[in-house]
């Protein structure tokens, strides 16, 4: 199982689907989570595949609580 790694001060994590159609649909819904905590990665896509970073700019852009919280509703999507 792919889990978050911390990478350059950043919580960070790949995630990885059938197709890019699925990756997409992933991306949709998880922008709603984000959306909802007021909490905004850096994410990129390339076909099927999601690499997700997190890290709290407001402090500092340092890994906090916040990013956690984020990483554990991602999981759950």
């Known amino acids: 199982m792919n889990q ?3 990478v350059e001060g950043k919580l960070c994590k790949t ?9 997409l649909a992933w991306m949709v819904k998880a922008g709603f989570v ?3 905590s007021n909490h905004h990665p850096e ?3 390339i076909y099927n595949k ?4 997190l ?7 340092i890994v906090t609580n916040k990013d ?8 759950k999507i």
């Open 4 to 6: 978050w790694t911390t």
């Open 55 to 61: 890290c709290t700019h407001d402090a500092g852009n």
């Open 68 to 75: 956690h919280e984020l990483a554990a509703l991602l999981d």
């Open 34 to 36: 984000i959306e909802k």
């Open 50 to 53: 999601v690499e997700v970073k």
């Open 43 to 45: 994410w990129t896509n």
């Open 15 to 23: 995630f990885q689907f059938k197709d890019f159609p699925e990756a």
